[in-house]
């Protein structure tokens, strides 16, 4: 039978999914099969698996963390914001639908049989589980509720490893208030406390860590340092979503849409000398970038008209025949003529859009999910070094569009001149597309572009390695497995 042990935090961001992550690595480094699991995640980065389903991106970076392909089972449950109020409702990676906050936690305890045939079926091919919480363990007016933190853990018996993160301040409080705000066998549970993203010489923290265990009765599992490796971001918290100046010879420029999905699309770039990615929330902000790239939301109307009141469309269009634009998803729909949502798939309504497109969107119930891959056609314009190159990645999206453009990929998509848009998430990912891409803008500027083809995949295998090695020398592994034992 598996073994499992459960990561939850004292708040959001503490770093419990890349803990998690490194956990995932190291069990595979040691020889074991070791599989991730969450419950329930609320975020707009999404994956589509190759079954077709929908799974948060933090799960589907954990799964290749460990050597396995992503899965529904590793996220039965996943919650994509559309409004301050509602999500989207996905259970199995399907879509089950949209409901108010309220609703869904009237109805949330329903689900835990899906989550314990997705746990149990997991549990089934795997030596190892290494489950993560969501936000705070000690949330007080949601705990009689609770699927996702001590309530799961009490499911599935569970050993927990309480995190806190030092870099926010306040570590005493966060680790040792959890502490005291959780009931007697839900401490029981809690088995080690790890300090996680720890600044300098760990060795002044001796005495912190001596304070953590007297006063909480818990052993500290680690004090992590602030790793620098170049790993997916969880969610909308992510510090790259903070830079909004650019830093590199080349400039491109993302405009952060307030329900911005899927930003880890343009990740690839960030791997190439002398290319800086900026997210910019004003549109004062944007500047003369090189390129302008508008990304996936969950709510396209609504970020179509924060688009226009917030004067990004006419910055937009200023830059058009100036720099290439390239849409993404809600990204792409946005550059057309009109969006309807007439069946209130994304909140409802209709709107123009940019009219840089000669497009129109229609949303329906229907959820588009796949992997894909192709090419791009023989194209002009700005890009047009990027005709014939093969592309992989995976669409997610209510919407279909059909436009008189020229077509972009052997699947779809739209171009005209230097406006480019497309469905596919990862479109850049490919070697041969991102350099294109990159080396492209470095001609427009008259410069040679000297670098090589980034891998992606080998890239991201590496960071993995980088994480996993530091976070095993920080945590005392022996009591990890002594923790996996004691079931």
């Given at each position: 039978?598996?073994?499992?042990?459960?990561?939850?935090?004292?708040?959001?961001n503490?770093?419990?999914?890349?803990?998690?992550?490194?956990?995932?690595?190291?069990?595979?480094?040691?020889?074991?099969?070791?599989?991730?699991?969450?419950?329930?995640?609320?975020?707009?980065?999404?994956?589509?698996?190759?079954?077709?389903?929908?799974?948060?991106?933090a799960?589907?970076?954990?799964?290749?963390?460990?050597?396995?392909?992503?899965?529904?089972?590793?996220?039965?449950?996943?919650?994509?914001?559309?409004?301050?109020?509602?999500?989207?409702?996905?259970?199995?990676?399907?879509?089950r639908?949209?409901?108010?906050?309220?609703?869904?936690?009237?109805?949330?305890?329903?689900?835990?049989?899906?989550?314990?045939?997705?746990?149990?079926?997991?549990?089934?091919?795997?030596?190892?589980?290494?489950?993560?919480?969501?936000?705070?363990?000690?949330?007080?007016?949601?705990?009689?509720?609770?699927?996702?933190?001590?309530?799961?853990a009490?499911?599935?018996?569970?050993?927990?490893?309480?995190?806190?993160?030092?870099?926010?301040?306040?570590?005493?409080?966060?680790?040792?208030?959890?502490?005291?705000?959780?009931?007697?066998?839900?401490?029981?549970?809690?088995?080690?406390?790890?300090?996680?993203?720890?600044?300098?010489?760990?060795?002044?923290?001796?005495?912190?860590?001596?304070?953590?265990?007297?006063r909480?009765?818990?052993?500290?599992?680690?004090?992590?340092?602030?790793?620098?490796?170049?790993?997916?971001?969880?969610?909308?918290?992510?510090?790259?979503?903070?830079?909004?100046?650019?830093?590199?010879?080349?400039?491109?420029?993302?405009?952060?849409?307030?329900?911005?999905?899927?930003?880890?699309?343009?990740?690839?770039?960030?791997?190439?000398?002398?290319v800086?990615v900026?997210?910019?929330?004003k549109?004062?902000?944007?500047?003369?970038?090189?390129?302008?790239?508008?990304?996936?939301?969950?709510?396209?109307?609504?970020?179509?008209?924060?688009?226009?009141?917030?004067?990004?469309?006419?910055?937009?269009?200023?830059?058009?025949?100036?720099?290439?634009?390239f849409?993404?998803?809600?990204?792409?729909?946005?550059?057309?003529?009109?969006?309807?949502?007439?069946?209130?798939?994304?909140?409802?309504?209709e709107?123009?859009?940019?009219?840089?497109?000669?497009?129109?969107?229609?949303?329906?119930?229907?959820?588009?999910?796949?992997q894909?891959?192709?090419?791009?056609?023989?194209?002009?314009?700005?890009?047009?070094a990027?005709?014939?190159?093969?592309?992989?990645?995976?669409?997610?999206?209510?919407?279909?569009?059909?436009?008189?453009?020229?077509?972009?990929?052997?699947?779809?998509?739209?171009?005209?001149?230097?406006?480019?848009?497309?469905?596919?998430?990862?479109?850049?990912?490919?070697?041969?597309?991102?350099?294109?891409?990159?080396?492209?803008?470095?001609?427009?500027?008259?410069?040679?572009?000297?670098?090589?083809?980034?891998?992606?995949?080998?890239?991201?295998?590496?960071?993995?390695?980088?994480?996993?090695?530091?976070?095993?020398?920080?945590?005392?592994?022996?009591?990890?497995?002594?923790?996996?034992?004691?079931?």
């Amino acid at each position: 039978m598996s073994k499992n042990i459960m990561l939850q935090g004292t708040m959001s961001n503490v770093g419990k999914s890349l803990l998690t992550a490194a956990l995932c690595r190291i069990f595979r480094q040691d020889g074991y099969s070791a599989a991730p699991f969450k419950s329930q995640n609320m975020a707009l980065n999404s994956y589509i698996t190759t079954g077709g389903l929908e799974i948060g991106r933090a799960q589907a970076m954990q799964a290749e963390a460990a050597g396995l392909e992503p899965s529904a089972l590793m996220n039965p449950i996943l919650l994509k914001p559309t409004t301050d109020v509602g999500s989207q409702v996905i259970v199995n990676g399907k879509v089950r639908g949209n409901m108010r906050a309220a609703e869904y936690f009237r109805h949330k305890k329903e689900l835990i049989p899906d989550i314990l045939a997705a746990y149990n079926t997991l549990a089934e091919q795997h030596d190892i589980i290494v489950i993560e919480g969501a936000g705070s363990a000690a949330e007080l007016n949601l705990k009689a509720d609770d699927i996702v933190n001590m309530g799961l853990a009490k499911l599935v018996d569970a050993p927990v490893l309480l995190v806190g993160d030092i870099d926010r301040g306040g570590i005493f409080a966060q680790l040792l208030g959890t502490l005291m705000l959780t009931e007697t066998d839900e401490r029981e549970r809690i088995k080690g406390l790890i300090v996680n993203k720890f600044r300098g010489d760990k060795t002044i923290f001796q005495s912190g860590v001596d304070i953590l265990e007297q006063r909480g009765g818990v052993p500290v599992a680690g004090v992590v340092p602030y790793i620098k490796c170049d790993i997916e971001d969880e969610d909308s918290l992510s510090d790259k979503l903070e830079c909004s100046s650019a830093s590199g010879i080349i400039d491109i420029a993302v405009i952060r849409l307030p329900h911005i999905s899927n930003y880890t699309d343009f990740d690839v770039f960030l791997q190439y000398d002398g290319v800086s990615v900026r997210y910019v929330t004003k549109y004062t902000q944007l500047g003369t970038p090189d390129m302008i790239i508008i990304p996936g939301t969950k709510s396209t109307v609504a970020d179509m008209r924060w688009l226009r009141e917030s004067g990004f469309e006419t910055a937009i269009k200023k830059a058009v025949g100036k720099v290439p634009v390239f849409g993404i998803c809600g990204g792409y729909q946005m550059l057309g003529n009109k969006i309807s949502d007439p069946e209130n798939s994304e909140g409802g309504g209709e709107i123009s859009g940019m009219g840089l497109l000669d497009a129109q969107t229609v949303f329906s119930s229907r959820k588009h999910q796949t992997q894909t891959n192709g090419h791009f056609e023989n194209i002009g314009g700005m890009l047009s070094a990027l005709s014939g190159l093969d592309f992989i990645g995976y669409e997610i999206h209510m919407g279909e569009t059909t436009s008189g453009c020229s077509r972009l990929l052997s699947c779809g998509g739209a171009y005209s001149d230097s406006v480019y848009g497309c469905y596919i998430h990862g479109i850049f990912d490919e070697p041969q597309v991102s350099a294109a891409v990159v080396r492209t803008l470095y001609e427009r500027r008259g410069l040679r572009f000297d670098g090589t083809c980034i891998d992606r995949r080998a890239y991201k295998e590496k960071q993995f390695d980088i994480l996993a090695d530091e976070v095993r020398k920080a945590l005392d592994m022996e009591l990890i497995y002594t923790i996996l034992g004691q079931r």
